[in-house]
């Protein structure tokens, strides 16, 4: 596996690129349009989702404390269109600024078990509004490729967060190794999959020859990647060799 030494200043201008773009794509598509990719919601109920969590993100990053906080309320009834794409503006400057005023150490809850710091959280909500700033692109009938260094740390973070925290929302019991290969950022994976375990390899060269698990090879964009693997895009987008199987016991929930 490659290394990305990204920081908070890299998510912090991934944040600041993506969020006007996210909101322009929710303002052209409307409140009505279908999310291609998340076919029981309307932008009207994305902009919903984003607005409560980027408000529970500013409210409870900052507590210094690693204990869970209050689940996320969503206000009812939902505001007029004009005032939910003026909440979202609102929560998405307030959610930057606190998290630009957080150090990566400070102390936050995080849903997995990994240090509890606020650096999760810059990592996390980069991709966060990356994923969704796509969602409403396509909802709008134009979606842009995540930037590749981004989504290369996008598959990075499904692959060292999401499914060693159990949130797959693919079949547990295949075992195996995937080999994801990113053809515009010079990256690759080699991942292994004991059941419910999710192991990343550091290369493949540790790969016992002996080794008769099946296996499987994905290779594409890293955009097209990350947003396979979060159920975003077919696998039709990346070409794939081995048993196909593999590719989806990938997906993050």
């Given at each position: 596996?490659?290394?990305?030494?990204?920081t908070?200043?890299?998510?912090?201008?991934?944040?600041?690129?993506?969020?006007?773009?996210l909101r322009?794509?929710?303002?052209?598509?409307?409140?009505?349009?279908?999310?291609?990719?998340?076919?029981e919601?309307?932008?009207?109920d994305?902009?919903e989702?984003?607005?409560?969590?980027?408000?529970?993100?500013r409210?409870t990053?900052?507590r210094?404390?690693?204990?869970k906080?209050?689940?996320r309320?969503v206000?009812?009834?939902?505001?007029?269109?004009?005032d939910?794409l003026?909440?979202?503006?609102?929560?998405?400057?307030?959610?930057?600024?606190?998290?630009?005023?957080?150090?990566?150490e400070f102390?936050?809850?995080t849903?997995?078990?990994?240090?509890?710091?606020?650096g999760f959280?810059?990592?996390?909500?980069?991709?966060?509004?990356s994923v969704?700033?796509w969602?409403?692109e396509?909802?709008a009938?134009?979606?842009?490729a995540?930037?590749?260094?981004?989504a290369?740390?996008?598959v990075n973070?499904?692959?060292?967060?999401w499914l060693p925290?159990?949130r797959?929302?693919?079949?547990?019991e295949?075992q195996?190794?995937?080999?994801?290969i990113?053809?515009d950022?010079?990256y690759?994976?080699f991942?292994?999959?004991?059941?419910t375990?999710?192991?990343?390899?550091?290369?493949g060269?540790?790969?016992?020859?002996?080794?008769?698990?099946?296996?499987?090879?994905?290779?594409?964009?890293?955009?097209?990647?990350?947003?396979?693997?979060?159920?975003?895009?077919s696998?039709?987008?990346?070409?794939?060799?081995?048993?196909p199987?593999?590719?989806?016991?990938?997906?993050?929930?």
């Amino acid at each position: 596996m490659n290394r990305l030494h990204a920081t908070k200043d890299f998510w912090l201008a991934a944040l600041r690129a993506d969020g006007p773009a996210l909101r322009d794509a929710v303002a052209e598509a409307g409140p009505d349009a279908a999310v291609p990719a998340c076919p029981e919601w309307t932008v009207g109920d994305l902009v919903e989702h984003l607005t409560s969590l980027l408000r529970w993100v500013r409210e409870t990053v900052p507590r210094g404390v690693v204990t869970k906080p209050a689940d996320r309320v969503v206000p009812s009834p939902r505001p007029d269109w004009p005032d939910a794409l003026e909440g979202l503006r609102r929560e998405m400057t307030g959610m930057i600024e606190t998290l630009d005023a957080l150090e990566p150490e400070f102390p936050a809850w995080t849903w997995p078990a990994q240090a509890r710091k606020a650096g999760f959280w810059h990592r996390r909500m980069a991709h966060e509004i990356s994923v969704h700033r796509w969602d409403a692109e396509a909802a709008a009938g134009r979606p842009t490729a995540i930037e590749t260094k981004l989504a290369a740390d996008g598959v990075n973070e499904i692959l060292d967060t999401w499914l060693p925290a159990g949130r797959r929302r693919s079949p547990t019991e295949l075992q195996g190794v995937v080999h994801l290969i990113a053809t515009d950022a010079s990256y690759e994976w080699f991942v292994r999959l004991r059941g419910t375990g999710v192991a990343l390899l550091d290369t493949g060269t540790i790969l016992d020859t002996d080794d008769h698990h099946p296996r499987a090879q994905a290779v594409g964009t890293a955009s097209d990647l990350q947003l396979a693997l979060m159920g975003r895009r077919s696998h039709d987008v990346l070409a794939i060799s081995g048993d196909p199987r593999l590719i989806t016991a990938l997906h993050a929930a």
